[in-house]
């Protein structure tokens, strides 16, 4: 899990998650120049901050201030009494795909739950939408979020009222993977009506944020959260959206970053729907059901290993997802019961591995059940060809 | 209005009209290689069946018999009575966009209403859908139709149930241009609920049919007119359809003839959306208005006059539209009820002129008032540009 990272790295780059606010670009480039250690020293050092030039006196100095009040070791303590654990670039559990950002990306990542962030990605889609959707809306989301899940998909979302929640609900309802993107920390849950729903989402998938425990949610957070949300993803679905609504700014992100960017459609009669009308009316693709996002997303072929990211060996698995790989049966499918059962693990860790493994193109879901991948051997597919 | 057609040659079409259903593209062949006289003494004549080969002795002997019974001096006089007449290629009025269909292009048009048909459809956008619409299909239809007409463009449809007719009803309401395709002829009222509806269009606009009176409609009728629609029009918007329902034909139609084309989205829970989302997935337009309809369908700047057909100077007009054009004020706008008074018309007859005028880019609509395009000199644009 820690893959090349220091620990004194790691403490570094948590402490700059205190200093910086997602998306500073600035903080990007001097991160890249001096390495989070040198970076930290310097905004910690009575004279660093000569060296640390392209901002004003007053801006320099609240970082300062910043960096001398951050204790990493804390948050990181806080942070693992919640279960959870800081992620950042070097980590084989680290996203890549969030490089795509450049200097705005990610210094790290603050995480809640199991499964392993960067392989859950692989196979991932956002579904995003108004906080104030109609009922036809929370509907679309719900079977959008579940329809993903049977299909082997990781739902990811913004855990916010309205369509996120819809979404999120959606994928657990079906037995699925579902990863929240916070615009605060791990620990503070907002909106705090959905405080079971967020708890529910850290056991079953993952709750994921770039600020340090205890930081709260702004609206110029909420906005920088989207961009993670379109990077960390193969696409992005807007269930409503009106006109200037957040969620359009995930799918303009999603654009820019070159992910796949869709609509669901509504009536146009409905200002809900005015948003992703302009967006399908520009580069966004319509889509109806799950079906429609998979074939999009997964246009590689969706049994098919995706491109992005390891491809291992089944002896290069680590130990539980071995153990679950080897408790499918070798003919038919099992549910995640019989399968963390023989496994000896729980549910939860089952389903989390599951996806994994799915993502990786060892395992495919078929409703409830999960088989082995059926392989297309050389011999198979002469066969085919052939016939 | 009757250009270059020959009595003779107007009398035999109007006879080929009864022989041919819609479409046959073996009668659309004949009649190039022997013209519509030679093509009638052929069929009419003792040993005339030997020339016309490419089709079997039973097919060529219906064509003989129903040339034979063919009477177009009474069909004439019949339309005539209705306060129409035929429309053939060669005349004026003929809309020379429908020489897109090639061999399967109408022998003629059977036409009851005042306007001119070719420079109403110069500026003609088909709004079509369900018969059996929901309210939500038939509301986006007939905002269609007016916003449509309100713009100054002429809307057209099938004059049936549903979507057709609350496009139909729309532009009426607007004091607007439309025009009914027919699959029956302009005599035979369908669907009898239409009755009303079907004569004012003849009134205030245009119906027209390839089919000669008395003539009733079929299945293959309607879907054949449906290329007529999609011809007729420079796109054609598709509001709310089934999979595999008649509007997709009209717009698979209008993409063959590289015709904008256009759905209207709605509920994905809907069926009758299902069709539309299906054309918009591929290489349909969603529009949500009338002003992004017209945006797409008047490309070439909405003021210009339109490429295609005669931009006429003003001492070619016919006298009548000469009046009315005469009669609109040199400066700010007027009502169709001003305008018909000063030149002397009814006020359908100066609506149907200013749509033409229209059509030629002399006038422009603003709401319920006409006035004269605002024409950019070069010095105009000169200042302009030196803004």
Redesign the interface.
Known sequence: MTGGVTPSERLARAALTRVFEPGDERGGHWLREFGAGGLLALLTSADGGKQLAGVGARRLGGYRIRAAGADPERDLSAVAAHGGRFVCPGDTEWPSQLDDLDAAGPIGLWVRGGPDLRIWSLRSVAVVGARACTP?GA??AATLGSGLAERGWVVTSGGAFGVDGAAHRGALAAGGATVAVLACGVDVVYPPGHTELIGRIAEQGLVVTELPPGDHPTRSRFILRNRVIAALTRGTVVVEAAYRSGSLVTARCALRLGRFTMG??????SGL??GV?EL??GEG?????AA?VVELVGEIGDLAPVRRGPVLPRDLLGPVSARVLDALPARGAADVREIARSAGTTSDEALGRLYELHSLGFVERLGDRWQLTVRVTPDAAARRGGA
Chains 1, 2 share one sequence.
């Open positions: 036809y509907h679309m669901v459609p509504g009536p146009v009669t729907s005015a009308h399908l009316r693709v319509l889509v109806t059901d429609e």
